[in-house]
């Protein structure tokens, strides 16, 4: 079974700073996927990352795939208030039909 | 174009009883899914169904059956509601291309079992 582990789990940021979010997974995969969620909503696709060294950006987040090293990151520059939400990775297995998600990162940005 | 549509959006259940999770999409996927989300623990696959009158087991099945009705409708069956069930349930859905398999979710359902 396919393990995803995301750190930190929370982030308390202050408006302006940069910082970094990590997903690493267990099994060999070069399909990566982030979803923001939320309070009390459903989960919004950010970035499909499909294979070594793909990047995305979109605004205030790039993210980032190492296959060889079994990990995404999730970059953030000058957080803003916005932000604030709850981020997951996923890993699926190149066939589809099993998704492994990350147990989310839970981002908050102050003021 | 609604997307990935779920019904009802809260429940509250007494333990034993029964109830049918409804989801649908229109944007003609082959492949739907079921999980559940509980704090701190992510989203956890409970049943998948990769085509229309196929349907397997995830992560977590114990306790639930599923119905691929058609190419558009993926339903999540409690036959008898446990506490331990309490959870949000997301119903998504995807189009597996071969090149990559982005998923698209409902906004979910709230169910509180008793």
Request: aromatic share 12%.
């Amino acid at each position: 079974e396919l393990k995803v582990e995301q750190n930190p789990l929370f982030l308390s940021m202050q408006e302006g700073k940069n910082y970094t979010i990590y997903c690493n997974y267990s099994t060999t995969s070069d399909r990566l996927y982030w979803y923001r969620q939320d309070p009390g909503k459903s989960l919004e696709s950010l970035f499909v990352l499909l294979s070594n060294g793909a990047v995305k950006q979109e605004g205030r987040l790039m993210a980032s795939l190492d296959t060889k090293a079994r990990l995404s990151t999730l970059h953030i520059t000058a957080a803003v208030h916005d932000l604030s939400a709850t981020y997951f990775c996923a890993v699926d297995m190149g066939t589809g039909n099993q998704f492994y998600f990350g147990t989310g990162t839970s981002l908050t940005v102050i003021p | 174009n609604a997307g990935v549509t779920q019904t009802p959006k809260f429940q509250v259940l007494k333990t034993g009883q029964s109830m049918t999770l409804q989801c649908a999409q229109d944007m003609n996927h082959n492949s739907m899914y079921w999980y559940r989300q509980d704090p701190g623990m992510g989203l956890r696959l409970i049943y998948y169904s990769a085509s229309e009158g196929t349907t397997d087991k995830g992560e977590v099945p114990n306790g639930y059956n599923v119905s691929r009705l058609n190419k558009r409708e993926f339903s999540l069956r409690l036959e008898s509601a446990a506490p331990s069930q309490t959870s949000v349930y997301f119903c998504a859905s995807a189009s597996v291309s071969g090149l990559y398999n982005e998923q698209f979710f409902g906004p979910g359902t709230r169910l509180t079992v008793l």
